[in-house]
């Protein structure tokens, strides 16, 4: 489960002051919704990934017994 800032909130905020959980998050839950998305959710997804590929993605460079290579967002 999220816990985090809404997307009211980050959406009067800059892209780059958003944490990679808050990315890695949304993204996930426009990629689910992206073939009901108007122009503006579009848009708005657009941003977030162009941010995630500016910081060179959101990978776990290793796993470990207590974590996997996917990024959690919880």
Do not use: C
């Not at 009211?8 to 993204?27: G, I, P, R, V, Y």
């Amino acid at each position: 489960m999220y816990v985090g800032r809404d997307m009211t909130e980050l959406s009067m905020m800059e892209k780059t002051k958003w944490k990679n959980s808050e990315l890695a998050f949304f993204h996930h839950s426009l990629q689910q919704m992206t073939p009901y998305l108007n122009a503006e959710g579009q848009s708005i997804h657009q941003e977030i990934i162009k941010e995630i590929e500016s910081r060179g993605g959101l990978h776990r460079n290793e796993a470990d017994y207590t974590h996997g290579t996917e990024v959690s967002y919880d």
